[in-house]
C-alpha cells in the first residue's frame, strides 16, 4: 500500500474542526433516585416560591408585635397562649391582640401574627389553668419570620441545561417536585482495539504479543466523561474482518473508537477503512507529541476517532478530542480539560517540534502551581501514566524548557475549560523566549 503524505494541522485547528461539527445528545426521563452525576438536559425553574408560605424558623410563639411595645425587663407583658402548630400544622385560629400561638420551626405563621419570639426568650406561666407567656422585650414587625419567596422566587432560573447534577441540586430538583429528572442519555461509545499483538487481559503473556490496555483505560475515560461503554474484543490486523467490525460498531454505538492501527504501517488498515466506509475524515495529522496520526471522522452522524495504540497517545487522544464531543453534546459550557498555569519542575531538554503533551504530576498551590513530567515520556510508556494527573503542553517550535518556565497545564479532574487553545500559555512565543536563554 502507498504510503500517503499526510499534512499536520495545529491541535487548535484539529480541535476547531471537531467543535464545528458536535451535535447533541438525545435526553431521557431519569428518577431523581438516578440523577446524580447525570447533566441536566432543561434549566431548572423554581415553578413556586421557596418557602411557599410565611413560616416560623424557630421554636417559639407566634404574636402581634404591637403587643410588645411596652415590654421590658422590669414590666414584661402578658400574652394569653390559645394553639399549638407544629410544622406542618395550620392555626384554626386568627390571632388577635393579647394572644400568641405557641408555633414550631417550619410551621406557616398565623393569620394576625407578624412576629415570632423564642421559646428560649419567654417565661412560660400557668394561671388558672390557662397557658400564658410572659415577654421582656419589644418585637418589631416582621421579626423572626422566614418569608414566602425570602429563598427563591417562582420563575428563577436556578440552573442552566449542561450543568452537572450534584446532591445540592438534586434538593432543589425535589424542592419543586421532580421525582423524574430530564438529563441527557449517556452516548454509547464502541470502543474497539486492533492489532494482532494483543492478548486479552485474562490471558497468559505469550512471545511478541501484549495484553489490550488501551481497551480499558480508554473505557474508563469515557465513562467519566458521561459515556456509557460497548467494549467490543479485541482484533487482529484484517482489513476485511476489521472492516465488518468497525461497521458493526458503527451500527451499535454514537461514538467508535478504534486503537491502533491508524499509522502508515503495513497493517495499520483503519485509513483504508474509513475510505470505504465512506467517512469524512476531519483530520488524519496533528503537529503533536504524542498522537500524530490521530485521526478523526464523521460518517452518517456518527463520530469515528482512530486513536494511535501507543498507550499515552491514546490517552492524550482521548482526553482532546473525545471529552470536547461527549461533553459538548451535553450543552456542558466547558467540555474541555481545565486548562492552567504552573511552574515546570525539571528541565525538559528534548527538541520539540510538535506541540508536546507530556503526562505530568501536577501540584496546585496557593501562589503557583508546579508541575513535573511522570516517568518515562515516550509515548508507548504506560507507566508514566500511573501518576500523570494533568498534561503539560509545550508549545512546538523550541529546544527544551528549562526548570523554573511557566508552562500550560490541561488536567481532566477539574472543571473544564471554555476554549484553552487560545491561551498565550500555549503560543509559541513564550516558548522561544524560554529556549533562548539556553546556551
Ligand atoms: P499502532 O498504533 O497500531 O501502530 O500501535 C502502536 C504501539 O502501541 C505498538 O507498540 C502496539 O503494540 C501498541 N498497542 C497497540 N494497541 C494497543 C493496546 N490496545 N494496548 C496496549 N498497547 C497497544
Ligand atoms: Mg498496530
Redesign the pocket.
Known sequence: MPVTKRTPIPVSEAVKSIMSRTCVWETEEVPITECDNRILANHLIASHDVPPFDRSPYDGFAVHSEDTLDASENSPIKLQVIETIGAGQVAANKLSSGNAIRIMTGAKIPEGADAVIMLELVKEIDVDGKSFIQIKRTLKPNDNISFKGEDTKEGTVLAKAGTVITPGMIAVLATFGHHTVSVFKKPVVGIL???T??LDVNEPLQPGK??????YMVAAQVKAMGAAVKLYQ?RE?NFDSLYENVSECLADSDIVIT?????V?D??YLPAIYEKLGAEVLFNKIAMRPGS?TTVAVHQGKWLFGL????S??FVGCELFVRPVILSGMKVKKPHCQILKAELGADFPKPNPFTRFVRAVLTEGINMNSVTPAGLDKS?S?SSLLAANSLIVLPGGTRGWEKGSEVGVLTWNGEGSEWPWDSPLFSKSSAIKTAEKQP
Open positions: 482495539s486492533t492489532g499483538e494483543l501484549i495484553r489490550n490496555s488501551n481497551a479485541h490486523d486503537t491502533g492501527g491508524v499509522s504501517g497493517y495499520d496520526v494511535s495504540g501507543n498507550p497517545a491514546c508507548g504506560v
